[in-house]
């Protein structure tokens, strides 16, 4: 079995913790590096908060870069209302066992890429500013991805404005870009990861693992959902960013549809909003995105779950 080359960009953040966990454990995917960005919380502290997070796995080896503090057109727009103010509140974490790498994220990203001899996967899971800057600055780099899969969007309803995702909001143009690179793209929108539901049984399965890994995905859950039932009313929290490499590693957990997809970069109301033509009510846009429809909840709860108590007794 030969596992996928994989770089996450992500702003960590409870469920982005979740998915790094997730790639850590999962024999499927071979994460070779990870880098940091705004969004649920300032850049500084998703820095640290995946040096933590890898840390706790035991998997200092893998090497994070620090990214953007700001969208591409320089405004800062934060999610932590929902992670708090460290944007991974909730159980003590360890210090850092490694240090940040010197490069930047942009630095990192293209290294790693041009150093593979496959292509390599890139899973954003916050705003998508970095990998936006990364295809302005190094063109060629297209060459080496094989696909960007992002947590953001939606077919329906946003969160942080009533038609608006958090991720796609903070910023649109850095999706606009992405969205017309040509290359593969597959979102993984609120409509999918509303399916991802970290119920009352899904909590009591990670605390039941018998190490420390498992009880604090448990206590991030208590964090993460008690915002959720505050902000959105929700009776479990949905579990997002897990979603992205669950359909990297298995993407038949995940029911597909091609389709144009579009990101509103004005409107009063609407700005970051995600245009999902699901009916080509736009016959001269031909798709340019595989849009995440459905999920198997048990098989993709089992996938990570499985991943999450492969990490905790190796460490």
Same mark, same amino acid.
């Given at each position: 079995?030969?596992a @996928?080359?994989?770089i996450?960009?992500?702003?960590?953040?409870?469920d982005?913790?979740?998915?790094l966990?997730?790639?850590? !454990?999962?024999?499927?995917v071979? +994460? *070779?590096?990870? $880098?940091?960005?705004?969004?649920?919380?300032?850049?500084?502290?998703?820095? @640290?908060?995946?040096?933590?997070?890898?840390?706790?796995?035991?998997a /200092?080896?893998?090497?994070v870069?620090?990214?953007?503090?700001?969208?591409?057109? !320089?405004?800062?727009? +934060?999610?932590?209302y929902?992670?708090?103010?460290?944007g +991974?509140?909730? %159980?003590?974490?360890?210090?850092p =066992?490694?240090?940040v790498?010197p490069? $930047?994220?942009?630095?990192?990203l293209?290294? /790693?890429?041009?150093?593979?001899?496959?292509?390599?996967?890139?899973?954003?899971?916050?705003?998508? $500013?970095n990998?936006?800057q990364?295809l302005l600055?190094h063109?060629?780099?297209k060459?080496?991805?094989?696909e960007?899969v992002?947590? !953001?969007g939606s $077919?329906? &309803?946003?969160?942080?404005? %009533? /038609?608006?995702?958090f991720?796609?909001?903070?910023d649109?143009?850095?999706?606009?870009?992405?969205?017309g690179?040509?290359?593969?793209? &597959?979102?993984?929108g609120?409509?999918?990861?509303?399916?991802?539901?970290?119920t009352?049984?899904?909590?009591?399965?990670?605390?039941?693992?018998d190490?420390?890994? !498992?009880? /604090?995905?448990?206590?991030?859950?208590?964090?993460f959902?008690?915002s959720?039932?505050?902000?959105?009313?929700?009776?479990?929290p949905?579990?997002?960013d897990?979603c992205?490499i669950?359909g990297?590693?298995?993407?038949?957990?995940?029911?597909?549809?091609?389709a144009?997809?579009?990101?509103?970069?004005? =409107?009063?109301?609407t *700005?970051?909003?995600?245009?999902?033509?699901?009916?080509?009510?736009?016959?001269?846009?031909? %798709?340019?995105?595989?849009?995440a429809?459905?999920?198997?909840?048990?098989?993709?709860?089992?996938?990570?779950?499985?991943?999450?108590? &492969?990490?905790?007794?190796?460490s």
């Amino acid at each position: 079995m030969v596992a @996928r080359p994989l770089i996450i960009d992500c702003d960590p953040g409870h469920d982005d913790a979740v998915a790094l966990l997730l790639a850590v !454990g999962s024999p499927h995917v071979d +994460l *070779r590096a990870v $880098t940091t960005t705004f969004g649920n919380c300032s850049v500084e502290d998703a820095t @640290r908060n995946a040096l933590q997070i890898l840390t706790l796995a035991h998997a /200092t080896d893998i090497p994070v870069a620090r990214g953007a503090e700001g969208s591409i057109d !320089g405004k800062s727009t +934060l999610g932590n209302y929902v992670h708090g103010a460290s944007g +991974l509140d909730g %159980p003590p974490m360890p210090e850092p =066992g490694f240090d940040v790498s010197p490069e $930047t994220a942009t630095e990192l990203l293209r290294r /790693t890429i041009e150093s593979s001899t496959e292509p390599v996967s890139i899973a954003a899971t916050g705003p998508i $500013t970095n990998v936006a800057q990364l295809l302005l600055d190094h063109p060629a780099v297209k060459d080496g991805i094989h696909e960007i899969v992002f947590m !953001g969007g939606s $077919t329906e &309803r946003g969160n942080h404005t %009533p /038609t608006a995702e958090f991720n796609t909001f903070a910023d649109p143009e850095a999706l606009d870009l992405v969205l017309g690179s040509g290359l593969p793209v &597959r979102m993984v929108g609120l409509n999918l990861t509303h399916q991802a539901l970290a119920t009352p049984a899904v909590v009591e399965r990670m605390a039941a693992m018998d190490h420390v890994v !498992g009880r /604090t995905c448990a206590a991030w859950m208590g964090f993460f959902g008690a915002s959720y039932n505050r902000v959105w009313e929700f009776a479990a929290p949905p579990v997002h960013d897990p979603c992205t490499i669950a359909g990297l590693i298995d993407p038949g957990l995940i029911a597909w549809r091609d389709a144009f997809v579009a990101v509103e970069l004005d =409107g009063r109301w609407t *700005r970051g909003t995600t245009v999902v033509d699901l009916h080509q009510r736009y016959p001269d846009q031909q %798709p340019n995105v595989q849009v995440a429809m459905s999920l198997d909840a048990p098989r993709y709860w089992d996938l990570v779950l499985s991943a999450i108590d &492969r990490v905790g007794q190796r460490s």
